[in-house]
């Protein structure tokens, strides 16, 4: 006679929590903000390059490059244009980082240059005439230091953004060497760098002709 064994039944019990409301998830802390470093935001600033030239004197260059340089196959002729041209638009960058702006009471922007005494406006007459006690005093839009150092990096950068244009480059160099070659690759973007910190470390605040009008107090 085989006795059966039973096993011993064993009840699973579903374990529920007694609360059935859901757990409130614990907010996450905010993330700390990002520090950029001045190498970082040259470096931003040095893939944007353009942005640091008057807009006029860019499309210009842009319009105007493939024609002087005859889409970079210079010749006896177009070589030297090209250069005047280059020029023209270098000297455009330098006198542009000494004009200001300013909006008077009436809500109209005068533009004009900057000096030693003050801002010597393009329009005085329209200044004038526009109504009594609109325009501020000029006086505190005399020329700076850093004007000349803005004027000098603008040089800087327009050369940067046309030793980058290959119409320019097959204009002066045609074939170049391994080094040449090698220079014109390098050096372009080590004066973009350098040239982007020093933005960044010397910030102008002028509105210039061309240049976008960014909200600030006007130079003092």
């Known amino acids: ?40 935001q ?15 004197t860019l499309l210009a260059f842009q319009l105007m490059t493939p024609m002087a340089t005859n889409n970079g196959t210079c010749d006896g002729a177009t070589g030297p244009l090209t250069i005047i041209f280059l020029s023209i638009l270098a000297a455009s960058c330098f006198l542009g980082s000494f ?11 005068y533009y004009g240059m900057a000096t030693r ?23 505190k839009y005399r020329v700076r230091v850093i004007d000349s150092i803005h004027a000098f990096l603008s040089v800087l950068v327009f050369l940067t ?3 980058r244009d290959k119409n320019v480059v097959n204009c002066f160099y045609p074939k170049p060497e391994k080094g040449t070659q ?3 690759d390098i050096v372009p973007m080590m004066i973009g760098v350098i040239c982007s910190m020093l933005f960044v470390v010397f910030p102008t605040r002028r ?7 960014t909200p600030g107090p006007a130079p003092k």
């Open 182 to 184: 090698q220079v014109l």
């Open 161 to 163: 953004v046309a030793m």
């Open 42 to 56: 040259a470096l931003t600033g040095t893939a944007n390059l353009a942005n640091l030239l008057p807009t006029g």
């Open 1 to 40: 006679m085989s006795v059966i064994a039973k096993r011993p039944t064993t009840t699973t019990t579903n374990i529920a929590d007694s609360n059935d409301a859901p757990e409130t998830p614990k907010p996450r802390p905010a993330p700390p903000p990002q520090q950029h470093s001045a190498l970082s």
């Open 207 to 213: 509105h210039g002709i061309g240049y976008p009008v």
């Open 99 to 109: 004009t200001d702006s300013f909006r008077a009471a009436d809500g109209q922007v």
């Open 117 to 139: 005494k003050g801002m010597w406006l393009f329009d005085p007459e329209g200044a004038s005439g526009s109504g009594g006690g609109v325009v501020p005093d000029l006086g």
